[in-house]
């Protein structure tokens, strides 16, 4: 059981650094002092197996404690590590002449000030081990009664007994630095045998890359100047390689007619040094790309601002449209596209260049030695050629571009906090100007993130305060003319904005999670409205109701669509729910759970925006859908022996394949609506038809639609209606 006396003036250094020696091994009991005077007085009457000071201390430092520990009885042999704040070699120099075994730089390092303080333990209890055997050596040779050469010769080859059991370097050496003796281990080591090096020198033997060092060490312990020290060397071994080892040497007193020597103990850290090496380059790199992560980025522009004159830029890289890949090929695809990206970055950027991967999607360049801001404009422009060139993955030619934010350093800010908040203001800004481009930081872009501020705050008060209303727009029937259902439409009615558009708030309320409250009220509404209007006679029809692929992911929708449909006393047949290919192909098991949940409540799914995601046939026929509702992209340009006539055309023939209906979107003018006649869509909705309308403008709609169709637009009412 380990007694470890902690010193340090700060009552915080005290419990962190009396927790941490806790954890050394099972048992241990730690004595904190405050004072250096009330823990000489301790140490007086007991004594530590290990004992930790701070350096800087009112009245007694460090070092002038670690004397007077060394001059009383129970501190003479006990490992004393010293911590400083200090980087000055005279500081580390005094703690280690006063007599420390090691020192720390503050603030420590949780791990490494366990795996030493775990080491010295055990260095310091097989020392006194040995010390322990050969004083008791030194008493039967002054009790025995046999020769002094045999009392020698016995006592030597019962010490070597016991050192050959230890699993390190260990050796005497006389005050020349040649060896007395070494242990088995030693001598395996060399392959040589004991021996063979006895009166060689030491520094012939093993050869350390702290020669000189381990001489002046030797020559002070001689003089009584030291009594112990420890310190990490490097040592070849017989194949050349360089292997780590913590190296303890202390006197070992002349017994039987021998002269004092220096004891030599060296306990390999090698495998322990690796994996420090290895957990260091963990915490400060991306498991995936390997890049720096934002630990190391911040560290290194900690560094940069440090040097006086630099001046650098921070680039904040946003993939664009990842989110879709990631969608369609799963987390693997998108993780060999983010190592893919990673590679393009390391080819574009210079050797002084840092990239590092902040988190998801998000990657940033630390441009070093920028002589003007068009240096990073120039690289950053590099950077959006080089992404927009199609990825092949998966045997599929994959497009996805960047948005990129700059800062500059030090002329935006001397605070790496600060440089990367405005560097993601920037980026931020590009995105709402236009995707696959780039923006320098500006002032002004403070008060947009400040707006963002302020809309999440009205988008919570419109939720508590109903400020939401639903627009519905008509789906037609191209085969009667009739209208066959209506997609609910989310509009807010902002205090001072008017009526606002969900492109507006609806990325702050997935951001915040506000999309499942929304959502939610959405469909109960609709469910709500058209049980109404079907309530006062009108026929039935489907009414569409557009879920977030969040809301979709996170909430329980099989209960949220049952609870609503009983509570608003709607027909499941008449509710269709819209969702994009991203969402459903997110997490494909729980997909195909959640679609037969719905169809077992005899709810209609659409998918929605089909054709521009990564449509696959495979999850067409696995996945339990009603409805393939063409994106409007296709429609804006649809023109009879066009490429989106192909499209369109193939679209529908799968879907009449597959016993699906389809809806075209964004229809606008009679060209693009007779040639989806041509081709027997089976309904459509656009401003030909009707823009999104109230309710009460929708119930006008459903009373006298065909009068109305007439009225607003010119094609023939034979074609619209089938009749």
Same mark, same amino acid.
Not at 208 to 227: A, D, G, P
Not at 263 to 279: C, G, N, P, V, Y
């Given at each position: 059981?380990?007694?470890?006396?902690?010193?340090?003036?700060?009552?915080?250094?005290?419990?962190?650094?009396?927790?941490?020696?806790?954890?050394?091994?099972?048992?241990?009991?730690?004595?904190?002092?405050?004072?250096?005077?009330?823990?000489?007085?301790?140490?007086?009457?007991?004594?530590?197996?290990?004992?930790?000071?701070?350096?800087?201390?009112?009245?007694?430092?460090?070092?002038?404690?670690?004397?007077?520990?060394?001059?009383?009885?129970?501190?003479?042999? &006990?490992?004393?590590?010293?911590?400083?704040? %200090?980087?000055?070699?005279?500081?580390?120099?005094?703690?280690?002449?006063?007599?420390?075994?090691?020192?720390?730089?503050?603030?420590?390092?949780?791990?490494?000030?366990?795996?030493?303080?775990?080491?010295?333990?055990?260095?310091?209890?097989?020392?006194?081990?040995?010390?322990?055997?050969?004083?008791?050596?030194?008493?039967?040779?002054?009790?025995?009664?046999?020769?002094?050469?045999?009392?020698?010769?016995?006592?030597?080859?019962?010490?070597?007994?016991?050192?050959?059991?230890?699993?390190?370097?260990? =050796?005497?050496?006389?005050?020349?630095?040649?060896?007395?003796?070494?242990?088995?281990?030693?001598?395996?080591?060399?392959?040589?045998?004991?021996?063979?090096?006895?009166?060689?020198?030491? =520094?012939?033997?093993?050869?350390?890359?702290?020669?000189?060092?381990?001489?002046?060490?030797?020559?002070?312990?001689?003089?009584?100047?030291? =009594?112990?020290?420890?310190?990490?060397? =490097?040592? &070849?071994?017989?194949?050349?390689?360089?292997?780590?080892?913590?190296?303890?040497?202390?006197?070992?007193?002349?017994?039987?007619?021998?002269?004092?020597?220096?004891?030599?103990?060296?306990?390999?850290?090698?495998?322990?040094?690796?994996?420090?090496?290895?957990?260091?380059?963990?915490?400060?790199?991306?498991?995936?790309?390997?890049?720096?992560?934002?630990?190391?980025?911040?560290?290194?522009?900690?560094?940069?601002?440090?040097?006086?004159?630099?001046?650098?830029?921070?680039?904040?890289?946003?993939?664009?449209?990842?989110?879709?890949?990631?969608?369609?090929?799963?987390?693997?695809?998108?993780?060999?596209?983010?190592?893919?990206?990673?590679?393009?970055?390391?080819?574009?950027?210079?050797?002084?260049?840092?990239?590092?991967?902040?988190?998801?999607?998000?990657? &940033?360049?630390?441009?070093?030695?920028?002589?003007?801001?068009?240096?990073?404009?120039?690289?950053?422009?590099?950077?959006?050629?080089?992404?927009?060139?199609?990825?092949?993955? #998966?045997?599929?030619?994959?497009?996805?571009?960047?948005?990129?934010?700059?800062?500059?350093?030090?002329?935006?800010?001397?605070?790496?906090?600060?440089?990367?908040?405005?560097?993601?203001?920037?980026?931020?800004?590009?995105?709402?100007?236009?995707?696959?481009?780039?923006?320098?930081?500006?002032?002004?872009?403070?008060?947009?993130?400040?707006?963002?501020?302020?809309?999440?705050?009205?988008?919570?008060?419109?939720?508590?305060?109903?400020?939401?209303?639903?627009?519905?727009?008509?789906?037609?029937?191209?085969?009667?003319?009739?209208?066959?259902?209506?997609?609910?439409?989310?509009?807010?009615?902002?205090?001072?904005?008017?009526?606002?558009?969900? $492109? &507006?708030?609806?990325?702050?309320?997935?951001?915040?999670?506000?999309?499942?409250?929304?959502?939610?009220?959405?469909?109960?509404?609709?469910?709500?409205?058209?049980?109404?209007?079907?309530?006062?006679?009108?026929?039935?029809?489907?009414?569409?109701? $557009?879920?977030?692929?969040?809301?979709?992911?996170?909430?329980?929708?099989?209960?949220?669509?049952?609870?609503?449909?009983?509570?608003?006393?709607?027909?499941?047949?008449?509710?269709?729910? #819209?969702?994009?290919?991203?969402?459903?192909?997110?997490?494909?098991?729980?997909?195909?759970?959640?679609?037969?949940?719905?169809?077992?409540?005899?709810?209609?799914?659409?998918?929605?925006?089909?054709?521009?995601?990564?449509?696959?046939?495979?999850?067409?026929?696995?996945?339990?859908?009603?409805?393939?509702?063409?994106?409007?992209?296709?429609?804006?340009?649809?023109?009879?022996?066009?490429?989106?006539?192909?499209?369109?055309?193939?679209?529908?023939?799968?879907?009449?394949?597959?016993?699906?209906?389809?809806?075209?979107?964004?229809?606008?003018? $009679?060209?693009?609506?007779?040639?989806?006649?041509?081709?027997?869509? $089976?309904?459509?909705?656009?401003?030909?038809?009707?823009?999104?309308?109230?309710?009460?403008?929708?119930?006008?709609?459903?009373?006298?639609?065909?009068? %109305?169709?007439?009225?607003?637009?010119?094609?023939?009412?034979?074609?619209?209606?089938?009749?």
């Amino acid at each position: 059981m380990a007694v470890i006396l902690i010193l340090d003036d700060k009552s915080t250094n005290r419990n962190i650094y009396s927790r941490l020696a806790q954890t050394i091994e099972n048992g241990a009991v730690v004595h904190a002092f405050a004072s250096p005077v009330e823990a000489l007085e301790w140490l007086q009457g007991n004594a530590p197996d290990l004992i930790v000071t701070d350096f800087r201390m009112p009245g007694m430092d460090g070092a002038e404690f670690t004397r007077h520990a060394r001059g009383c009885a129970n501190g003479v042999d &006990v490992p004393i590590i010293v911590i400083t704040a %200090y980087d000055d070699r005279a500081f580390r120099l005094r703690a280690l002449e006063a007599g420390a075994t090691d020192f720390l730089r503050s603030p420590v390092d949780h791990y490494e000030f366990v795996t030493r303080a775990r080491n010295l333990l055990k260095l310091q209890r097989q020392q006194q081990h040995i010390k322990g055997r050969a004083q008791a050596l030194e008493q039967q040779l002054r009790i025995s009664e046999r020769s002094q050469e045999e009392l020698v010769r016995s006592s030597r080859e019962a010490l070597a007994q016991v050192i050959d059991t230890v699993p390190a370097l260990i =050796s005497a050496t006389d005050r020349n630095s040649r060896i007395v003796f070494v242990n088995a281990h030693l001598a395996d080591f060399v392959s040589s045998t004991p021996q063979a090096l006895t009166g060689r020198l030491l =520094s012939d033997v093993l050869r350390s890359n702290k020669s000189e060092f381990n001489q002046q060490v030797h020559s002070s312990i001689l003089k009584n100047q030291r =009594s112990a020290v420890s310190f990490e060397e =490097s040592i &070849v071994d017989i194949s050349g390689a360089e292997r780590a080892f913590l190296t303890t040497k202390t006197s070992m007193p002349a017994f039987a007619g021998a002269e004092t020597s220096v004891l030599t103990t060296s306990i390999d850290i090698t495998e322990r040094k690796q994996a420090e090496s290895t957990m260091r380059h963990i915490a400060l790199h991306d498991t995936l790309t390997d890049l720096p992560n934002r630990r190391m980025l911040n560290e290194w522009i900690q560094q940069e601002l440090s040097s006086e004159g630099a001046r650098f830029a921070i680039l904040l890289i946003d993939l664009d449209r990842f989110k879709a890949v990631n969608d369609a090929l799963g987390h693997a695809g998108g993780d060999r596209m983010l190592q893919l990206v990673t590679g393009r970055l390391l080819g574009v950027v210079s050797s002084t260049d840092l990239v590092a991967r902040m988190s998801g999607d998000e990657f &940033v360049v630390v441009q070093a030695n920028i002589a003007a801001p068009e240096d990073a404009e120039n690289l950053a422009r590099r950077i959006i050629d080089s992404l927009a060139a199609p990825f092949l993955l #998966e045997e599929t030619e994959l497009r996805i571009g960047c948005t990129i934010g700059i800062t500059l350093a030090p002329r935006d800010s001397g605070n790496a906090d600060k440089l990367l908040r405005f560097a993601d203001l920037a980026m931020y800004q590009a995105k709402a100007e236009g995707r696959n481009t780039l923006r320098f930081y500006s002032p002004e872009m403070d008060t947009i993130s400040w707006n963002n501020l302020s809309l999440e705050a009205d988008l919570r008060k419109a939720i508590a305060q109903e400020q939401f209303e639903l627009y519905y727009q008509p789906q037609i029937d191209l085969a009667t003319g009739a209208i066959a259902g209506a997609e609910a439409l989310l509009r807010w009615r902002r205090p001072e904005f008017g009526l606002t558009s969900p $492109n &507006v708030f609806i990325d702050i309320a997935e951001e915040t999670g506000l999309i499942n409250e929304i959502g939610a009220w959405v469909l109960a509404k609709a469910c709500a409205q058209a049980a109404e209007w079907q309530s006062l006679g009108y026929d039935p029809f489907r009414i569409s109701v $557009n879920l977030s692929p969040l809301q979709f992911l996170r909430q329980d929708i099989v209960q949220l669509v049952e609870n609503t449909l009983e509570k608003t006393g709607l027909d499941p047949g008449s509710l269709e729910l #819209e969702l994009t290919e991203g969402s459903l192909l997110k997490d494909v098991e729980r997909t195909k759970q959640v679609l037969h949940g719905l169809k077992e409540l005899g709810v209609k799914v659409a998918i929605d925006d089909f054709g521009v995601g990564f449509s696959s046939l495979s999850y067409l026929k696995n996945f339990e859908v009603d409805t393939l509702k063409i994106d409007r992209s296709f429609i804006s340009n649809l023109l009879a022996e066009s490429r989106d006539e192909a499209i369109v055309k193939a679209i529908i023939s799968l879907a009449r394949s597959l016993e699906l209906k389809v809806i075209a979107e964004g229809v606008e003018t $009679n060209p693009q609506l007779a040639c989806l006649l041509s081709h027997a869509c $089976n309904e459509a909705q656009g401003y030909l038809f009707s823009r999104p309308v109230p309710p009460g403008n929708f119930e006008s709609l459903l009373r006298d639609y065909p009068r %109305y169709l007439l009225r607003n637009q010119d094609a023939s009412p034979k074609k619209v209606r089938g009749s």
